[in-house]
């Protein structure tokens, strides 16, 4: 796997959430020979025992079952000591989410077909504030507790911490609350992690302007998840076969970021180098 991801002309690569235990050793001698190198890790990774596909969300930081928070801790702090083991800078994460109905797939679905000015759509939408409002105190509470226990451990082994923002609207932080999370976790060891794909699917059902977002982030920024968006919903299209405008994005990135090419399985090689040579030519070399 990491062979064919260096044949492709990358010099790093991501260890994702499908990452099952018995492929680490092997992947630990591929770093050792200098087959390539790791920039990032996403929890969790390994997967947790007796788990073989990826699960990001298995565990939430803002469950109401302290067991779960527990594992969601435990696990984490296992992925810091692979990231330390591999090299890598960052972590990414995923905070958790809100008890509430999934909202996403059908204002997705009703973009689609061309409803996004109904009054059922803005009916909808407004049920979607209503609802994260009524329920985000206990779950948030959970998620930043934790949080700040990982702080302190990423700091001590010079590991920042990548928070990704989601494209489910259940999912946190919510669009609005991320200058506040960096107002109260400000060791420089939490940053921001912008999945570009998402950023999109938010823009298409009227949650964000995608390019606005990112800007008001770019203090914060440690790096990017890049795919392609196909309107309204479909992710994970090489970079130049959607609709994300790279250009208006450019202005935040820094040579300094860390840039993860995040496509589907499907996408064949010949695709994945004219992807990485079109970001390079809208984003520059670094």
């Not at 044949?7 to 018995?22: K, M, N, T, V, W």
């Not at 492929?23 to 390994?46: E, Q, W, Y």
């Not at 794909?197 to 059902?205: D, F, S």
């Amino acid at each position: 796997m990491l062979e064919e991801i260096r044949d492709l002309g990358f010099e790093y690569a991501e260890l994702s959430h499908g990452i099952r235990l018995s492929l680490v050793p092997g992947i630990l001698d591929a770093v050792d020979t200098g087959v390539v190198k790791i920039s990032t890790l996403h929890n969790f990774c390994p997967l947790p025992m007796g788990v073989n596909h990826a699960a990001p969300n298995i565990f939430r930081f803002t469950s109401t079952d302290r067991r779960e928070r527990e594992r969601a801790y435990r696990q984490t702090i296992q992925t810091m000591e692979l990231a330390e083991r591999v090299k890598a800078r960052l972590i990414v994460l995923h905070m958790g989410s809100i008890e509430m109905r999934d909202y996403t797939d059908k204002l997705v679905e009703m973009v689609g077909k061309g409803q996004g000015n109904t009054s059922r759509y803005e009916r909808l939408c407004y049920e979607v504030e209503e609802r994260r409002q009524e329920r985000r105190e206990v779950h948030e509470a959970h998620a930043y507790e934790i949080l700040s226990f990982l702080e302190r451990e990423a700091v001590k082994r010079g590991l920042m911490l990548g928070i990704e923002n989601r494209e489910s609207l259940e999912e946190i932080p919510f669009e609005t609350d991320f200058g506040f999370l960096f107002m109260q976790f400000n060791s420089g060891a939490v940053r921001y992690w912008h999945d570009c794909g998402h950023g999109q699917i938010k823009e298409n059902i009227g949650f964000i302007r995608h390019a606005e977002h990112v800007m008001g982030l770019a203090e914060h920024l440690a790096g990017f998840h890049i795919h392609d968006v196909v309107f309204p919903g479909r992710d994970h299209v090489p970079p130049g076969k959607g609709m994300i405008d790279y250009t208006s994005l450019a202005p935040a990135v820094r040579p300094e970021h860390i840039k993860v090419l995040e496509l589907h399985p499907a996408v064949e090689p010949e695709e994945v180098r004219e992807s990485f040579a079109h970001m390079k030519s809208l984003w520059g070399e670094e």
